[in-house]
């Protein structure tokens, strides 16, 4: 859009970007972009607030995307002037696909969500989202705070759709972070707030599935810790479980180093089971994750006295 010669823009004097006298590194903008950002410099100095700065920020925006100070700007301006906060969501659904990895877009989107005060519709277009990429920190970001903003903690849609993004990739670190937080998360709210039993054994059997299905995949491993940590139980609990993956009577046959690394920690705090975490970490060190042999190497110092106290 040409400014200059609109008639909707004749009462507006654009204020150029001031980079002093001398500058360093001007950056070189199209001219489109310096004549938008001088009639936007002009509307934030005046304080305007009103549909022609939202088409102004529009324009803005579709040029730079992460300009946040124009995101705010227009953030207020929907505020002060009424503005339909549904069609503003659409704005921001068509602008979010284009530019999936935008945090302005979606701390935006986080605020106008506040005011509309309903998240309808919402579990629908994140599904269009992780249709693109199922890992993006931003939309996961942003899923969190809507199950704490709205307490959707036990909403079966949530689960279900998470459930539904392990099913088809496993190795979905931050679907499988997601579910432990609709599980456990509330817990930053309410300190005493514990899962009853039956959804600590549901979680664990749920894990357990994930394990048989790739236990190399360090995802399920983790949750394992997680649950079996936050039930407040000893992680001696796996100890049948990770051996199947792991038998220390035939080395050659072990099929996870993240079973090796549950039973190293559940040896070492084991008394009497020293040489056994001995045996596992140099397991790990030599062949089974080589690639943290340092690691092993100084886990398994920190075992030597209480190995040579047990054999003395």
Not at 20 to 49: D, F, K, N, Q, V
Not at 56 to 84: C, S
């Amino acid at each position: 859009m040409d400014y200059s010669t609109s008639p909707l823009w004749a009462d507006i004097v654009p204020i150029p970007q001031n980079d002093g006298p001398h500058p360093l590194a001007s950056i070189a903008y199209t001219s489109e972009y310096s004549e938008a950002m001088g009639y936007l410099r002009a509307m934030m100095a005046a304080g305007e607030h009103s549909k022609r700065v939202l088409s102004l920020t529009m324009d803005v925006i579709a040029m730079n995307p992460a300009h946040y100070t124009v995101w705010l700007y227009r953030a207020k301006t929907v505020f002060e002037i009424g503005f339909d906060l549904k069609s503003e969501m659409a704005f921001l659904n068509h602008i979010a696909l284009l530019h999936q990895k935008n945090y302005q877009i979606w701390h935006h989107r986080q605020l106008i969500m506040e005011r509309l005060g309903d998240p309808t519709g919402e579990d629908e277009f994140i599904a269009k989202m992780f249709a693109q990429d199922a890992k993006n920190y931003h939309v996961w970001s942003y899923r969190q705070w809507l199950v704490r903003h709205f307490s959707l903690f036990d909403s079966p849609t949530e689960l279900s759709s998470t459930s539904a993004l392990i099913l088809s990739d496993v190795r979905n670190n931050s679907a499988w972070n997601h579910r432990f937080f609709l599980v456990f998360g509330r817990k930053d709210g309410n300190p005493a707030f514990h899962p009853p039993p039956e959804i600590i054994e549901r979680e664990i059997d749920y894990a357990k599935t994930a394990v048989f299905k790739a236990p190399q995949n360090p995802c399920p491993w983790v949750y394992l810790r997680g649950v079996i940590r936050s039930a407040g139980s000893p992680l001696s609990e796996l100890l049948e479980f990770a051996a199947q993956f792991a038998p220390l009577d035939r080395p050659d046959e072990v099929r996870s180093s993240h079973a090796l690394d549950v039973l190293a920690d559940i040896f070492a705090e084991t008394e009497g089971k020293k040489e056994d975490a001995v045996k596992v970490m140099d397991l790990l060190a030599q062949k089974y994750d080589p690639i943290r042999a340092n690691y092993w190497r100084y886990r398994r110092a920190q075992l030597a006295p209480a190995t040579a106290a047990a054999t003395a």
